[in-house]
């Protein structure tokens, strides 16, 4: 019973980084089609403007991350509008962006590296008081990395039911030519919504390297795998689908992890993710995008 | 002066082995549209394979120091093929991905994080893989023969590697070169239309994923019997962007493209680099040789999408063979001008072998209470329709009314909610599309569905069934086996391209000509298919009127040797003139059936039409 507590604890927070980034990926999927597999390299580079921040400019790491925030919200518009968008301008296939955004990864990320070089850096900030509660053994930080998760995952909920914008950006993931004939401004909305997701991004990134304690140019490499498998669990391209999956994943892993092996922990993520893109790819609740 | 030399055997040798992979590859993704993100796992998989084969038994003694499975201690060749074999073997656990209900990128992404992940368990695995550390003392393949540290094993090793890869080189030019390989190509154009007309997509990819997986496993053998290790850290996913890269750079689609992009890619940076004097930071040089790769598939695909070397245009026609240009349609002509060559000469009867009685007027296709939902909305409710032999029926209705939804359900395209679709008696509700369109139910598409880099003719001919050629056994018997009868084929295409007059187009590329033309590229190939039943989609949207007119005398002609053929169109003018009888669909079921002059005296079908 302790393993289940205590893994699942780890799992809550696993889950709360994983639904930050997977709820940014899959918006960005939803609204332009994109799966822009470069989105770890922005994670990373985020975590890596609030490291300076917070180490060389001596900024508190909460107050740095919003450097991070900015940084993945202004990459992420950029990397819409001067890489993505002129190459579906030209009506390639799908295929052709991705292979396109991983092109974008490997200079993202081993540009960051060319910077900072291979060594592991960590924020200054203490963990705070360990807490303990129900068996689950939480920091401070961990805590507050949940409490991140719930309000951000609340303010999504309102923007996509209660905003103009939200609107908008859920018409234009369903059918962007009806909605541009509707009088949408879709480019716009696709705009806002790299800024948005991006913002996701830079923050997913900024809790990422928190909670691992330790981090190096190339961590976030590997999470594109879990942020996969947790968009497809839920439904490539729905925001809470992926809030569910990333829910599932993350306490799944951990939980492997505590009863198995932990260096085998991702596989559960891809037994799902090869699981789901033969029996159900448009998740277990979609039939087709939905955001 | 030796140091050289040995220096140029390893260039040779990696020359060779890099080579082999990007043939490889090019030809899953550039061929036939299979973006394999996981190469590297099969590449990985046959040079572990190659060397366990050759390594001796494992005894805890004195090689106990690494862990490892098998221990055959075989001879070469065996290791060698035995890695050609287990790449091809590794395919078949990704055959579900590339089945057509998959979109292409997803497939793609769930092959990167298979080598992903396949990765990470080989680091962790110690039992089987020796874990991070990976196996080394390898045997040298030939050192019975020649001392492996000589000067002469060394390029007699770079040699044997050339041929191989010289011979992979033959292999896949055979395979490529056939009306298979036309097949493949089509495929990579639109997968849905090459299925419609009756290629089974999955069959396909599947053979080329286990092909290019064994040619994959045979050039990580050479590798590994040459460096003597193995360790996971080598075959990182990131070594396939790698390869995609060489691909991109040489020309997709183009075999010596493929080897020059290996020359010029992984070959060329791994040399270049080598000779940059070690900086302070010792992870820079390599972490600018990943941005270097990121900048070039991005720069390339941008500013030369199709590489260095872009897929050459098989020119098909005679006329093609003289050197003259060939004309470049503009896609602003305008299709009143098209000129319907000879096509009331035309016996479509010899030309498309059709067979049976002309004046059978039996009922060949029905559906029986046809039912289609999309998220809880019914789109077609309970549809029972019949079509008759040999005649040329209507669908219409307004928008909306579920027309192209019965079609693409009477092809099969789309999987009805419920009810049956009947073929000649026999109920065919869960026959796949391609199974469907061979035994002669063949469907045009309502949008623009031509192969784009196939040229017009060869659009044709891969619609052509039974070709001899159009089997991955019958390409690697050659074109001594196939030859003729490719000739055949493409002479009845040559014939139909003829009829309609657009002879002068037949080696342009189908891409690049005007929207009517493309409805009639569609319509000739759909034609070629040897349908019986012709199940059209609006085949006139979008054509001039002169020319829907034209059209339409010939499928009148059709009809009466004895085809049979459904089309949906909402120009009611068309139907007038050539369908009888006429289906009126509404709101998803029918409405009414008869003549159009019987249809305009009824009151509710002129409501639903002007109401629509």
Redesign the interface.
């Known amino acids: 019973m302790s393993v289940f507590l205590s893994s699942l604890g780890f799992g809550l927070i696993s889950a709360a980084v994983l639904a930050i980034a997977t709820v940014g990926f899959t918006m960005q999927f939803a609204v332009t089609n994109v799966?822009n597999?470069a989105y770890g390299s922005v994670m990373i580079n985020s975590a890596f403007v609030t490291y300076y921040l917070n180490y060389h400019a001596h900024l508190n790491a909460w107050v740095a991350m919003i450097g991070g925030v900015l940084t993945g919200a202004i990459a992420s518009y950029l990397l819409n509008r001067f890489?993505f968008t002129?190459?579906q301008r030209r009506n390639?296939?799908?295929?052709?962006?991705?292979?396109?955004a991983?092109?974008?990864?490997?200079?993202g990320?081993?540009?960051l590296?060319?910077i900072v070089?291979?060594s592991y850096f960590s924020y200054r900030q203490s963990l705070g008081r360990e807490r303990h509660f129900w068996g689950m053994y939480l920091s401070t930080l961990q805590l507050i990395i949940i409490g991140i998760c719930v309000v951000v995952m609340g303010l999504i909920h309102w923007l996509l039911k209660y905003t103009r914008l939200g609107k908008a950006m859920r018409a234009t993931s369903a059918n962007a030519s009806l909605a541009r004939n509707s009088g949408i401004r879709t480019q716009r909305v696709i705009s806002s919504t790299w800024l948005i997701s991006g913002a996701l991004c830079g923050l997913a990134g900024t809790v990422f390297a928190m909670n691992t304690g330790v981090f190096e140019?190339t961590s976030a490499q590997?999470y594109?795998?879990l942020l996969?498998?947790a968009m497809f669990l839920g439904g490539?391209g729905s925001a809470y689908g992926a809030m569910l999956g990333a829910l599932t994943i993350g306490v799944a892993t951990e939980l492997s992890a505590g009863y198995f092996?932990p260096?085998?922990k991702?596989?559960i993520a891809?037994v799902v993710?090869?699981g789901m893109?033969?029996f159900r790819?448009y998740g277990l609740f979609g039939?087709?995008k939905t955001i | 002066m030796s140091a050289i030399l040995f220096y140029v055997a390893t260039i040779i040798v990696y020359g060779a082995v890099d080579s082999m992979a990007c043939l490889a590859l090019n030809v899953q993704f550039g061929f036939a549209g299979l973006?394999n993100f996981g190469f590297i796992i099969f590449q990985a998989g046959g040079a572990y394979v190659a060397a366990v084969l050759s390594m001796g038994p494992w005894q805890k003694s004195n090689e106990g120091f690494q862990s490892y499975v098998l221990g055959w201690h075989l001879a070469w060749p065996l290791p060698w093929i035995g890695a050609a074999l287990f790449g091809g073997l590794l395919a078949l656990p990704f055959v579900?991905?590339v089945g057509k209900?998959?979109?292409?990128?997803?497939?793609?992404?769930?092959l990167?994080?298979?080598a992903?992940?396949l990765n990470?368990?080989v680091n962790?695995f110690v039992p089987l893989f020796n874990g991070a550390a990976g196996i080394s003392i390898v045997p040298a393949p030939f050192s019975h023969y020649w001392n492996p540290q000589g000067l002469a094993y060394q390029f007699v090793y770079g040699g044997v590697a050339v041929v191989l890869t010289v011979l992979v080189y033959f292999l896949l030019r055979r395979v490529t070169e056939s009306p298979y390989g036309r097949s493949l190509r089509a495929m990579r154009d639109n997968d849905i239309v090459a299925d419609a007309l009756g290629k089974n997509v999955r069959v396909q990819r599947t053979s080329m994923l286990i092909l290019g997986g064994m040619i994959a496993g045979l050039s990580g053998a050479i590798l590994v019997g040459f460096i003597n290790l193995w360790a996971p850290g080598a075959w990182g996913y990131?070594e396939t962007?790698v390869l995609?890269?060489a691909i991109?750079v040489g020309g997709a689609g183009n075999h010596k493209g493929a080897v020059l992009g290996a020359l010029l890619v992984p070959l060329g940076f791994e040399e270049v680099t080598r000779f940059i004097p070690p900086l302070s930071?010792?992870?820079?040089v390599?972490?600018?040789?990943?941005?270097a790769?990121?900048?070039?598939?991005?720069g390339f695909?941008?500013f030369r999408?199709d590489g260095i070397l872009p897929e050459r245009r098989r020119i098909l026609s005679g006329a093609g063979k003289s050197s003259l240009p060939m004309p470049v349609p503009s896609s602003g002509e305008s299709d009143s001008l098209i000129n319907l060559g000879n096509l009331d000469q035309m016996d479509f009867r010899q030309l498309l072998r059709l067979e049976g009685d002309a004046s059978d007027h039996g009922i060949i296709l029905s559906t029986d209470r046809l039912t289609r939902a999309?998220?809880g909305v019914t789109v077609v409710s309970e549809v029972s329709i019949e079509f008759q032999r040999g005649r040329l029926t209507g669908l219409i209705g307004p928008n909306g009314a579920g027309k192209s939804t019965t079609l693409a359900m009477l092809a099969g395209t789309l999987a009805p909610t419920s009810g049956k679709v009947l073929y000649e008696g026999r109920d065919i509700t869960s026959m796949p599309s391609n199974e469907r369109a061979k035994s002669g139910m063949i469907r045009t598409f309502q949008l623009a569905s031509e192969f784009k880099k196939l040229t017009v003719l060869e659009n044709l001919v891969s619609a052509i069934p039974r070709q001899s050629g159009d089997s991955f056994v019958g390409a690697l018997r050659g074109r001594r086996f196939w030859g003729r009868d490719d000739a055949e084929n493409i002479e009845r295409a040559s014939e139909m391209l003829e009829g309609f007059g657009l002879t002068q187009y037949a080696d342009s590329y189908a891409g690049g000509l005007s929207g009517g033309q493309r409805r009639l590229v569609e319509i000739m190939r759909a034609l070629l298919a040897q349908p019986t039943i012709l199940l059209l989609d609006e085949p006139m949207a979008g054509v001039h009127p002169n020319l829907a007119h034209k059209i339409g005398d010939q499928l009148t002609r059709l009809v009466a040797s004895g085809m049979t053929i459904v089309m949906v169109e909402h120009e009611l003018a068309i139907m007038d003139a050539f369908c009888d009888p006429v289906i009126v669909l509404a709101e998803g079921r029918v409405l009414a059936q008869g003549t159009m002059s019987e249809l305009r005296a009824m009151k509710e079908v002129v409501e639903a039409y002007l109401v629509g």
């Open positions: 799966l597999l890489v002129p190459f390639l296939p799908p295929i052709t962006i991705v292979i396109v991983l092109g974008v990864d490997l200079c990320t081993f540009g590296q060319a070089g291979g140019a590997l594109i795998v996969l498998a490539p092996n260096e085998y991702e596989v891809f993710l090869l893109l033969t790819p039939s087709e | 973006s579900f991905l209900r998959l979109r292409g990128d997803f497939a793609a992404v769930g990167l994080v298979s992903v992940l990470q368990l962790n990131a962007i995609f890269a991109i930071n010792p992870a820079l390599p972490a600018l040789e990943w941005v790769i990121g900048l070039l598939i991005i695909l941008w999408p999309f998220h």
